[in-house]
């Protein structure tokens, strides 16, 4: 066993696995790690096919063409398995890693589900599996494992939890989850070598560019947001009369992707109803853009140069304020967060160019 402390990570375990060190670890309240922008990023990036599929990368089981769609995978299980905690665990397994339910190995009777053939299995893929401390108190801007019940329910099984704070993204038992939901144990997968795992740097981009078709300022969290037809755009701060730009949101502001927030009309309008401001809080809805594609890009919004920081994952937080169940359909499609880098006025109806 090799202790550790950062961030909240207490133990770690190293076990022997196709020739390399497995590490699994123990973590309490690594979520305040996805909140800094530092460590918890980087796993939330780079530690499965499940997250990939946002960039339109391959997956790290191979190097075969592109995975075909940005939203949520899910596996169907039969009636007779949805109650199973190792069946309903495997489902969850091949949802976030992107894969058949067939890949995932069966278990035993009286099996860990996160046991040494799992342990082994996800070895195999570069993959750890990470136990969590505490996992009712957890959060996570990616995919993680539950296994519990809803609330009154006796009989435990797995579900995928998602975003900072986390909600439940899939009920393989069921097509809506729970409203509340008992945390028995909770489980994260990462990459065992971070270095090898992280994508490529971005391709270039020609010929294509957006549009802002909507701009809204909140001024607190929790406020309605009001469209405008402009807002000063200020390095480090945000947009002028916003809740982020005064430090008053939900979350930090000042730090690396706190500025600004955009999703596409395209997302919204994907909804029945479409999706409103005041349900998905963005500043700029745009028009004619893959967001996805800018993380990690310069790109120029009218006369304002912005950097593509990360996507702007779906949260508990926003599926409270939309009232529907819009966290597992948002999930790679919630939009992106920006730095400003330059001085301007962004206004309706300016392009967007990717530089």
């Known amino acids: 066993m090799v202790e550790a402390g950062v961030g909240g990570l207490v133990a770690a375990h190293l076990l022997p696995c196709a020739g390399r060190a497995v590490v699994v670890m123990e973590a309490d309240q690594v979520g305040g790690w996805v909140q800094s922008g530092q460590l918890g990023d980087r796993f939330r990036y780079f530690g499965s096919g499940f997250g990939r599929a946002a960039y339109g990368l391959s997956s790290?089981?191979?190097?075969?063409?592109?995975?075909?769609?940005?939203?949520?995978?899910?596996?169907?299980?039969?009636d007779a398995d949805r109650s199973s905690p190792t069946a309903t665990f495997r489902a969850c397994l091949a949802a976030i890693l992107e894969v058949s339910a067939a890949e995932v190995p069966e278990l035993g009777d009286g099996e860990d589900v996160a046991g040494w053939r799992v342990v082994r299995w996800l070895g195999g893929l570069g993959i750890g599996i990470v136990p969590v401390r505490d996992p009712a108190t957890f959060a996570w801007a990616g995919p993680w494992i539950s296994l519990g019940a809803p609330d009154g329910d006796r009989w435990p099984h797995a579900v995928v939890m998602y975003g900072v704070p986390s909600g439940v993204a899939w009920d393989p038992a069921g097509p809506s989850p729970a409203p509340a939901w008992r945390h028995d144990r909770g489980f994260v997968l990462a990459a065992l070598d971070i270095a090898l795992a992280r994508p490529s740097q971005p391709e270039p981009i020609a010929g294509w560019g957006g549009s802002v078709e909507g701009l809204w300022l909140a001024s607190v969290k929790g406020r309605t947001p009001t469209p405008t037809d402009e807002a000063d755009a200020v390095p480090g701060r945000g947009l002028r009369g916003d809740r982020h730009f005064d430090g008053l949101g939900t979350f930090p502001s000042g730090l690396p992707g706190s500025a600004l927030t955009l999703i596409e009309s395209e997302v919204c309008e994907s909804f029945t109803p479409p999706l409103e401001a005041w349900e998905h809080r963005r500043n700029l809805v745009t028009r004619g853009v893959r967001l996805n594609q800018l993380v990690g890009r310069d790109f120029t919004i009218g006369e304002v140069r912005c950097r593509g920081a990360r996507l702007c994952e779906p949260c508990k937080v926003i599926a409270d304020y939309a009232a529907r169940p819009v966290l597992r359909p948002l999930v790679h499609?919630?939009?992106?967060?920006?730095?400003?880098?330059?001085?301007?006025?962004?206004?309706?109806?300016?392009?967007?160019?990717?530089m």
Request: aromatic share 0%; hydrophobic share 35%.
């Open 333 to 354: 499609r919630g939009g992106l967060r920006a730095d400003i880098l330059s001085a301007g006025v962004i206004r309706l109806g300016d392009r967007l160019r990717p």
């Open 60 to 78: 790290p089981r191979s190097q075969a063409a592109p995975l075909e769609t940005e939203s949520m995978r899910e596996v169907e299980l039969p």
